[in-house]
């Protein structure tokens, strides 16, 4: 399981940058209401991307138990 968090903490990183990213460049073009708007949908996007993952990982690899 520790090995689980690592990758973990660096993809909601990534997903926080993305989304700060995309509300920024948003708000420059579109405006501040825009902005959100994005950030929210890249979140979202996000988390679905992540749920996706943990679907698609045999579950004895997220049980924190040695595999093997």
């Keep these: 399981m520790a090995a689980?968090?690592?990758?973990t903490i660096l993809?909601?990183?990534f997903a926080l940058f993305s989304a700060a990213g995309a509300y920024f460049?948003?708000?420059?073009?579109?405006?501040?209401?825009?902005g959100i708007v994005a950030?929210?949908?890249?979140?979202?996007?996000f988390a679905l991307l992540f749920a996706g993952l943990l679907y698609l990982l045999p579950p004895e690899s997220l049980?924190?138990?040695p595999l093997g």
Excluded: M
């Design 4 to 7: 689980f968090i690592v990758p």
């Design 11 to 13: 993809f909601a990183l």
């Design 25 to 34: 460049l948003t708000a420059q073009t579109r405006g501040r209401t825009a």
């Design 39 to 45: 950030a929210l949908l890249t979140f979202f996007f």
């Design 63 to 65: 049980s924190g138990t």
